[in-house]
């Protein structure tokens, strides 16, 4: 009899564009607190950058008492520090917003975890001091292309305010998981900006500025905001820290499953505090019961959350799951809907048949 030999099934990213490429976790069949970077989420608005040396060199200017060009070797001197945070593009989950909005149509899966290990960006600032004047720091990467919204050829940049900029945790980042940071995810230098949404977390760092007024780039002042009204731009505001909340990665949504005993698992995260308690519902709401964590709560890091679930009666169920966080954030029974579909965060559902 003939020997069929096993073979390992991998789990792939999920394709949203091909130009640029746009491509999703496959956050359902993860396990692990540190993804793979082969199974980190794209987000690109341009396409990659092209390096034409491996001789790179940091500047820092604008409002400083002394502009300083870093080496990466001397970058690599300074005191490291090592961080495990999630990285949430501000679209996840766009296409679940009704009415239906443009833009690329994330589902859940545009969020990944892992370990960066850098160096805090005010250690930088200390050689260079900042000017009285300074209000905000411009990170600029490498990313260049045309918006469709205007004939500009423009560098993907972002600016922080001071505060955030000099937080600890902000850091200049050159390893993730142990390794160098992959290329497609910001080799050799990426900013990460712990607890606010990626597109503050700039990749292929090419200058940082630091200037005394508020920055207008195209990535703060147009894009990563959020806009409430459909025919107007009125009270609007900036796309900043990560909404409260949660993803089911089992069972999947309209999945059959016989009857018995099933377990309900999933993680939450929130870019304030950590996450405090995770809450499940099996009758639309009407009673709440307590998940267990099954992994430690930490700031910046998602946690796994699990629930047993033993059922008998033959049908169709909704299943619903809310987050709460230490700074007593919740997630709401329905998302705040603005234009351009950032920040989705309402109450988990999906439905399955037990039959």
């Not at 792939?12 to 130009?19: F, P």
């Not at 047993?308 to 619903?320: H, N």
Request: hydrophobic letters at 35%; proline letters at 5%.
């Amino acid at each position: 009899m003939k020997k069929v030999e096993s073979s390992t099934v991998r789990a792939n990213l999920i394709t949203r564009s091909l130009t640029p490429e746009n491509k999703e976790t496959p956050i359902q069949f993860l396990k692990e607190d540190n993804v793979s970077d082969k199974l980190f989420y794209r987000r690109n608005h341009f396409s990659y950058p092209n390096f034409l040396t491996s001789f790179y060199y940091l500047p820092i200017e604008g409002f400083v008492y002394s502009s300083k060009t870093f080496s990466m070797q001397e970058i690599l001197t300074f005191p490291p520090k090592t961080l495990k945070v999630v990285l949430e593009c501000a679209g996840n989950k766009r296409d679940l917003f009704k009415p239906k909005v443009f833009g690329e149509q994330w589902g859940k899966g545009a969020i990944s975890q892992g370990s960066w290990k850098g160096v805090p960006l005010r250690t930088l600032l200390q050689f260079t001091g900042l000017h009285a004047n300074a209000k905000e720091i411009i990170v600029e990467g490498y990313d260049v292309g045309e918006r469709t919204d205007s004939n500009e050829i423009v560098h993907f940049s972002r600016s922080l305010p001071l505060e955030k900029a000099l937080d600890f945790n902000t850091i200049i980042a050159y390893e993730y998981n142990g390794y160098p940071i992959p290329f497609k995810h910001g080799y050799p230098l990426r900013l990460i900006v712990p607890g606010w949404y990626a597109m503050a977390s700039v990749k292929w760092i090419k200058r940082i500025k630091v200037i005394d007024k508020q920055f207008k780039g195209p990535f703060q002042s147009v894009d990563y905001v959020y806009y409430p009204h459909e025919d107007n731009d009125n009270e609007s505001f900036p796309v900043t820290t990560i909404n409260v909340n949660s993803t089911i990665q089992k069972p999947l949504d309209m999945q059959t499953l016989d009857t018995g005993i099933h377990e309900i698992k999933g993680i939450a995260w929130t870019g304030v505090g950590k996450i405090t308690k995770v809450d499940i519902s099996l009758d639309n709401g009407a009673t709440w019961n307590a998940c267990q964590f099954t992994s430690s709560t930490e700031n910046h890091a998602w946690t796994h959350w699990s629930y047993i679930w033993e059922i008998k009666e033959k049908g169709e169920y909704t299943i619903l799951i809310k987050a709460t966080d230490s700074k007593g954030n919740v997630q709401p029974e329905k998302p705040i809907w603005n234009r351009k579909g950032y920040g989705y965060n309402a109450i988990e559902c999906i439905k399955v048949k037990i039959e």
